[in-house]
């Protein structure tokens, strides 16, 4: 499941030299948690769209949960409120330091309106939910078609505007290492 | 009573509610859990409280206040002695509609992914393990950025996303070792328990060198905001990773980019690319007295005091300009010197009564500097605006002392 992105591999390669920590165990403290246990609370995906749930949806079904559990905060058509940013930009032409303007992968958009929104009530959203919101939001910043489905599978293979644009601070900085002056990654 | 098991009793021992005849005319603590004897002391007696004459020692916010999330609450550092900031007073910024209340009888910590064992810990069982006690900054990635305004001019509303404390728990390491991490792993997602379940990639590296499992914060129990009853801290690392109302680590072998580490927390580089993984603060210092919005009595003796940190490790020196950045005299640092925590400096000075600039310059020990903000858009190719809306700016904050006594920021 590593993503094959060229900008994850300096990150990646902060992990270098871990040395192996399986070993038996030393304080027999802690119970294993059941199968069921460890499925109901692992709902985290990832950029390649492991942990995503069964379920689809389109911008079509989305604009109609959007109007009846988003909109109040973000407003019609994600223009956002006086209290709340609006999701639009998500990608515009060049990112700026706005909400989302810099997510890179389409599954992070999916993963937090699963798991934070709406606001008042999150984690309520149904996984056919969840995935129409996101094609409504993704649609509003013209990433996908009104008539695009979204679903395990398709998710992940949405480009992001911005996946390419992103770059490590110090591409050859490892922590512990000494940083340029007045460069501080 | 006298057939009462041992669980009852312990039942009976805890619930103070139900004794009303026992506990005839004991009141709510201030702390509002247990009632308590007459005996034993009530309110201020029981937990103290600041004078009231210290009542303005409280945390600030530049935020409008029907914001309802993302609203950062600042330490006041220019009322503040040593290098441990009190629990009440510490910075909050928080991602979540409302503090959890967590019960810690039914908290867990799952451990759970690329492990051999995987393990759900109760916080009995946390607190068995071998604990350590470490004190550690937490600074939020956003500090410090030099933005102007009336309502931004004091020490606290720039710097205060910074605060200290003695943090106690368990290693992490030790809890992966439990769970026997296998070889292809590289990183853990931290989840919180709060009801949008903040979560955040650190690399496993960082995981098992020296990131801490904290259940206590100088000296009690983690304080609500501050993530009760379990909270990661990741030291020297901006203050993103250190997930609150921890109750998950998912071992795994790729960051997740979730929201708050890929979205709003990534930062614009100069030529507009996003720059991901900011994770270690720089060397940075600020003099906190005397500091913006202050101002002296009279010429004379004025000790300037301030605080120091770095995410590299240790601060090594700091340096003390009272001309603006011509020149510089070591100041003294208060012992002992700590890794990842503000290091408290001293410099004795007798102002003479006329215009000065006093600014301070930390040097950590890998010979890492604090740049001025001109020197750090110089390097970076920007102009100064850039810093307002970047994160990890740690520039030398100037403070101008004028005739009257008055201090002011001198940041351009």
């Keep these: ?185 | 009573m006298g057939s009462h098991s041992g669980s009852d009793r312990r039942r009976f021992l805890t619930s103070g509610g139900a004794l009303a005849g026992f506990v005839m005319g004991a009141v709510k603590s201030v702390r509002g859990q247990t009632a308590a004897p007459p005996y034993e002391p009530q309110g201020l007696l029981a937990y103290g409280q600041p004078s009231k004459f210290a009542s303005t020692v409280v945390r600030r916010t530049t935020a409008r206040p029907s914001a309802i999330t993302d609203t950062a609450l600042m330490t006041p550092l220019q009322d503040l002695d040593g290098i441990i900031t009190p629990s009440g007073v510490h910075f909050l910024m928080d991602h979540t509609n409302g503090i959890p209340d967590v019960d810690p009888q039914t908290h867990r910590l799952m451990v759970h992914g690329m492990v051999d064992r995987p393990l759900t810990f109760t916080m009995e069982e946390l607190k068995r393990f071998p604990s350590v006690s470490r004190i550690h900054f937490l600074e939020c990635n956003a500090n410090s950025r030099p933005l102007r305004g009336p309502n931004r001019e004091s020490v606290q509303l720039i710097h205060g996303r910074t605060s200290c404390s003695e943090w106690t728990g368990v290693l992490l390491s030790v809890l992966l070792k439990e769970c026997g991490v296998q070889t292809k792993a590289s990183w853990i997602v931290a989840e919180g328990g709060e009801s949008n379940k903040y979560t955040m990639s650190i690399p496993l590296a960082k995981a098992i060198d020296d990131t801490l499992v904290a259940y206590a914060q100088n000296g009690e129990p983690v304080r609500p905001h501050q993530g009760y009853p379990l909270r990661l801290v990741v030291p020297g690392w901006e203050a993103i990773r250190a997930v609150k109302w921890l109750n998950r680590i998912h071992v795994v072998d790729t960051p997740y980019m979730a929201w708050h580490e890929s979205g709003n927390n990534a930062d614009t580089n100069t030529d507009g690319k996003g720059l991901w993984f900011r994770f270690e603060l720089g060397p940075k210092s600020v003099i906190t007295r005397p500091s913006g919005g202050m101002r002296l009595p009279g010429p004379g003796f004025n000790e300037i005091t301030g605080l120091a940190w770095t995410g590299g490790g240790l601060v090594r020196r700091v340096d003390v300009s009272t001309d603006g950045g011509k020149t510089y005299q070591e100041a003294q640092l208060q012992q002992p010197v700590l890794r990842h925590a503000h290091t408290r400096f001293r410099f004795p000075w007798r102002w003479n009564g006329e215009e000065a600039v006093i600014q301070s310059r930390c040097t950590d020990e890998r010979g890492e500097v604090q740049p001025t903000i001109e020197e750090a858009a110089k390097i970076l190719n920007a102009t100064i605006d850039y810093f307002y809306q970047a994160d990890h700016f740690n520039g030398i904050q100037p403070w101008r002392v004028a005739r009257d006594g008055s201090v002011t920021n001198a940041m351009p």
Aim: hydrophobic share 35%.
């Design chain 1, 1 to 185: 499941m590593r993503c094959p992105e060229l900008l994850l591999t300096a990150a990646l390669g902060l992990c270098a030299g871990v040395t192996a920590l399986a070993q038996g165990p030393t304080f027999g403290l802690g119970r294993t948690p059941s199968a069921a246990e460890v499925r109901a609370a692992d709902t985290a995906v990832a950029p390649d769209g492991t942990g995503l749930p069964p379920g689809r949806g389109t911008a079509k079904d989305g604009a109609v949960v959007y109007a009846q559990k988003c909109a109040a905060c973000h407003g019609p058509n994600g223009k956002g409120t006086a209290l709340h940013r609006g999701l639009v930009p998500l990608g515009n032409a060049k990112p700026v330091k706005i909400q989302g303007s810099l997510v890179p992968y389409a599954t992070t958009v999916w993963d937090f309106i699963n798991r934070a929104m709406p606001w008042t009530t999150p984690g309520s959203l149904t996984p056919d939910e969840a995935y129409a919101v996101t094609a409504y939001v993704l649609y509003l910043n013209e990433i996908v078609t009104e008539t695009d489905v979204l679903d395990p599978t398709s998710l992940p293979k949405v480009r992001m505007p911005h996946r390419d644009d992103f770059i490590p601070s110090q591409p050859d900085w490892k922590p512990g290492a000494r940083r340029q002056f007045g460069n501080y990654p």
